[in-house]
Nanobody, 128 residues
Framework: QVQLVESGGGSVQAGGSLRLSCGASGDTYNSYYMGWFRQAPGKEREGIAGITSAGGGTYYSESVKGRFAISRDNAANMLYLQMNNLDVEDTAVYYC?????????????????????WGQGTQVTVSS
């Protein structure tokens, strides 16, 4: 199993950028595919990005495609989410997630049921 801890959240004005980080410990990190999710108040948890265990493949939701970029550094056991051109609609608690395996296919990347391990979340607030 793997333990996950997010960091990098905060407050930013619309149009700004933030970079979230997720540190992993425990099992062999490069054996896990990873994802980023977010949950706004009163809304369901939304999958926004996923990355294969080796880092060579990525998947994005339409809501963040072209603005966010997921990446990982397997040597450092780290996962990242670069968020650019932020909008007030991006305000949410952001979670990283992991599951043992190399990859997923299609919309499974964005399903919470595809991931077993979760971080505690980090708040991102975007103001106009």
């Amino acid at each position: 199993q793997v333990q996950l801890v997010e960091s990098g959240g905060g407050s930013v004005q619309a149009g700004g950028s933030l970079r979230l980080s997720c540190g992993a410990s425990g099992d062999t990190y490069n054996s896990y595919y990873m994802g980023w999710f977010r949950q706004a108040p009163g809304k369901e948890r939304e999958g926004i990005a996923g990355i294969t265990s080796a880092g060579g493949g990525t998947y994005y939701s339409e809501s963040v495609k072209g603005r966010f970029a997921i990446s990982r550094d397997n040597a450092a056991n780290m996962l990242y989410l670069q968020m650019n051109n932020l909008d007030v609609e991006d305000t949410a608690v952001y979670y990283c997630a992991a599951e043992y395996g190399t990859t997923l296919y299609g919309s499974k990347w964005l399903s919470p049921a595809s991931y077993k391990y979760w971080g505690q979340g980090t708040q991102v607030t975007v103001s106009s």
